[in-house]
């Protein structure tokens, strides 16, 4: 626990120089928040639950830095000034011989709804990063493991939070969140798992612009230590038309290479429709080449390929847009089933060029595999 805490505080010094340095004058308002999170497992599989290894549940520590931009010509008055950042995950998921002491680092952003001047504010928190020291599935040494077929994984998150103000710098923070681990079956067995529990913790608000203003310990001159949100930005209508073209590749492991390094290369090629309703909200529709290198017992390249067709939503903020699609085959499914869902996070790199990073799923939901994409709109109107 020691050891871990040391490589915590490492770690968030080196991150908080970084971001420090890059951000904005506007992104005065910082925070510091220490969690600890407990609760159970939603798991799909028999074996692990046969063998008592999800019996006591599991708890978890998260530490993060939060920036809160106060620019009120910014993207961020259109969500009611969001607070984002970087954290530090470390959990306890019981037999760290069988799962491993799984380790984190991922981004977030804190959405507020209702009113985020209230003294006990909502909020929803998403992330997303990578999982290490994970204690991956061995055939001789760890074959009860089948969640993790590898030490590294997508870490994702959801908080549903509250954040009540106890002093004018402390908050203490309360709720509910779900937490999920997963490699996309780029390594077998994946059956990953899924956490849900409580969190409770404290948060340290600040103002970055203390120092410049009377960096005097013993000042009576101080500055406010919180962003008081003025009045949402109304949107207008922007009523934009786009095509897309998107290239997509990964890799992914058979059941029966499981524990092995072996892997086949799968590709998607899409061609979208885009609408863009206004700064927040978007529709999709397009069409999908799929090609599974997996399908080794078909001889032609052709017989290892499947169209599928698509619509989906588009949420968008500062460059980035979380998307969620959901589609059928109007070709041989290949056994992957009647549908597939796509969630992603597309990173607009300018107007016209994007970088985006998903994952695309069988029937049901379980992973098929992820996707490394980049993408261009060669037409907007």
Known sequence: MFHTMKKICLLLTLLTCYFSQS??????????????????????GTALSEAGFL??????????????SS????????????????????????????????????GFIDFPIGNPNRRNKFSIEPSLGITYNLQEYNAEENPINDAFG??????????????YRFT?????TYGFD?????????????LGLNLWGINLGVKYNYNAAQKVVDNDPYTKNLVQARFKSPEKTKMTKINENSISIMLAAGGKQTKEDGGTGRQFGVFSGVLDYEHRFNEIHGITGGIDFFYDNTFQEFEEAGDRSAIGVHAGYDFNFWKMVIKAQLGTYITDDLGKGAYFMRPAIRYNINKTLFAQFGLK?????????????????????
């Open 23 to 44: 951000q904005s004058p506007s992104d005065k308002f910082r925070s510091i928040e220490v969690k600890s999170n407990y609760g159970s497992y939603l798991y799909t």
């Open 361 to 381: 799923t069988l029937d049901g939901g379980a992973a098929d595999y992820l996707e490394f994409a980049f993408g261009f709109k060669p037409f907007k109107w």
């Open 150 to 163: 590898a030490r590294a994984a997508v870490y994702f998150g959801l908080d549903f939070g509250f954040e």
């Open 178 to 190: 779900f937490t999920h681990f997963s490699n996309g079956s780029s390594y077998q067995p994946n």
């Open 55 to 68: 019996d006591a549940g599991y708890g978890a520590i998260n530490v993060k830095i939060g920036w809160q």
């Open 71 to 106: 620019n009120t010509e910014s993207w961020a008055g259109y969500y009611k000034y969001p607070t984002y950042g970087i954290g530090l995950y470390s959990g306890f998921l019981g037999n760290a011989e069988v799962f491993g002491n799984p380790s984190a680092v991922y």
């Open 168 to 172: 004018r710098e402390l908050d203490l």
